[in-house]
């Protein structure tokens, strides 16, 4: 990206939509994703009270770090390969997605012992946030 300016407003604005995505895709889906990790409720209240102040909200500060740092990525890719618009972020989005996230979501958690509905939960989350970043991203271009 050398000689090449960040649109920083695109990349925000897309780690904001994306975030905010997060939120409710996990508020939908919290009870299926407790249950795939071997959780109830009343544990995860548990576990959360027990954390300190900066600890309860650290998760969601690294959240949106992370994705920034998609925006940014995602905004070199775009770069470097001169497309720009929503499809071409999307598509180049889903690669990522396919290639990176699933990967490493799935050799993870089958390590972990994890079940297989967590994966197929967290990899949803994943897919929508890096096609709101593509987009977002893509759509206001360089």
């Not at 925006?71 to 598509?91: C, E, F, K, N, Q």
């Amino acid at each position: 990206m050398m000689g090449h300016t960040m649109n920083w407003a695109s990349v925000l604005s897309a780690a904001v939509a994306s975030w905010i995505f997060g939120a409710i895709y996990y508020t939908t889906l919290g009870k299926k994703w407790m249950a795939a990790q071997g959780k109830t409720e009343e544990s995860c209240k548990a576990e959360f009270a027990a954390k300190s102040g900066l600890a309860k909200f650290m998760p969601f500060l690294l959240s949106f770090i992370g994705a920034v740092i998609m925006g940014v990525t995602l905004y070199g890719i775009m770069t470097h390969s001169g497309l720009w618009g929503v499809r071409a972020g999307a598509i180049s989005a889903a690669f990522c997605w396919f290639g990176f996230i699933v990967t490493t979501v799935v050799i993870n958690n089958a390590y972990q012992g994890r079940k297989v509905m967590l994966s197929v939960i967290d990899l949803g989350h994943w897919l929508g946030v890096l096609l709101i970043i593509g987009g977002i991203v893509g759509w206001w271009g360089a």
